[in-house]
């Protein structure tokens, strides 16, 4: 009976507990009503635009909803779980239990909750992003513009297509294998972590509004807006949409030496050419080159990186540099492609630094968490930041 009791004041305990973080949760999600409001007009645009132009069998939302739970459901909280975990068991006894009563304190709790609920709405726009992406190519009857794109592209490089420069001094099917890996593997784990880390922890705080409008105007305005009207397919298809296999062949001919590989660039155009030309819907399938949405987030979080710290910020430019290459090597773009992302990056940048206000910001004072008694950082703590 005494065992059963208190299995049952534990039950209770921790009932109350997750309804404590639920409710400091409630305020810090209707902060963020204007970012849910985005996500709603921006689903619905999408959905006219899919039927207007007769390609409402191009939704992807239903592709989204097990990988986007598994990673920013389970995937990334272990992780920074783990994380927070290390950092506690290197610090000294008494910080040490300090940093754990913060870290799992109701308001810290809460923060992370409001921003998972965030991130789930963030499931949604990505549906409606790779709907509208898969419905460009309708509304264009195909893809007018890569002829254009690439004489350009060899008119600004002397002449020259790039990638042929790239292969003077980087035709290695050792280099070949590390940038696929970073292009396919380390861009979303650095890209999607970022904007995991922004929405959930409250040490960002003060740029969480700011920070995830940038993110998806730049999905919107690079990925959507100024690649369904300028639609071009890319040096991975050129021969497709144009009948002209000989441009890029060569460079195509030595991407496919790696075809078998996990991260292979081939393999993945050709899966995005089979679902094209089947008119089918895959996960973030679609095809449009101009401009790159690769490059446009990297620079996006090489803006923000440099706000937060000068250095970290000189090596994410760096990145943004390395991954605009990448995207010319490995045939997935134009240079140009890569050259308009960043400077639309930038644009949307500073109009948000001067549109978007600075969210309140949560400071480190010991304040008495009113469920637990822990020192915690509480809304009530926090400062407006401009």
Partial sequence: MQRRLGTMTKSSVVFRQLWAV???????????????????????????????????????????????????????????????????????????????????????????????????????????????????????????????????DAFLHFGADPWRWLYLVAKNDFVRAAIEWNYNVFWFVLNFGALFFVATSPRTASVRTRYVICFMVVWIVVGNILAGLFLSAGPAFYGMV????????????????????????????????????????????????????????????????????RRLGAVAFVYVAFVAVSSVYLAWHYAIDGYAAAAVSVIVYVAARKLVPADRRYVRRPAQDTQSGDIATSPEAAVTVS
């Avoid at 007769?54 to 739970?69: E, N, P, V």
């Avoid at 081939?266 to 895959?282: I, K, P």
């Avoid at 987030?297 to 706000?307: G, I, T």
Wanted: with cysteine; glycine share 8%.
């Fill in 242 to 309: 144009t009948g002209d296999t000989a441009r890029f062949g060569e460079q195509l001919a030595f991407l496919a030496r790696g075809a078998e590989s996990s991260n292979s660039a081939v393999s993945y155009q050709q899966y995005l050419w089979r679902l094209h030309e089947a008119r089918q819907t895959g996960f973030a399938s679609g095809i449009s080159a101009f401009p790159s949405v690769h490059v446009g987030l990297a620079m996006l979080n090489a803006l923000f990186a440099w706000e937060y710290n």
């Fill in 22 to 152: 639920i409710k400091q949760a409630i305020p810090l999600i209707r902060r963020d009503s204007g970012v849910y409001l985005f996500i709603v007009v921006y689903t619905l645009a999408g959905l006219v635009f899919l039927y207007a132009i007769g390609a409402a069998d191009r939704s992807a939302y239903s592709i989204y909803f097990g990988r986007w739970i598994l990673l920013n459901g389970l995937m990334l909280p272990t992780f920074a779980i783990i994380v927070d975990i290390s950092l506690l068991i290197h610090r000294t006894d008494i910080r040490r239990r300090l940093a754990a009563k913060y870290v799992f304190s109701t308001s810290r709790l809460a923060y992370s909750l409001s921003g998972l609920c965030l991130l789930m709405a963030l499931m949604i726009f990505q549906g409606t992003f790779t709907s509208v992406k898969n419905g460009m190519p309708v509304w264009q009857d195909g893809f007018p513009f890569d002829v254009l794109h690439a004489d350009i």
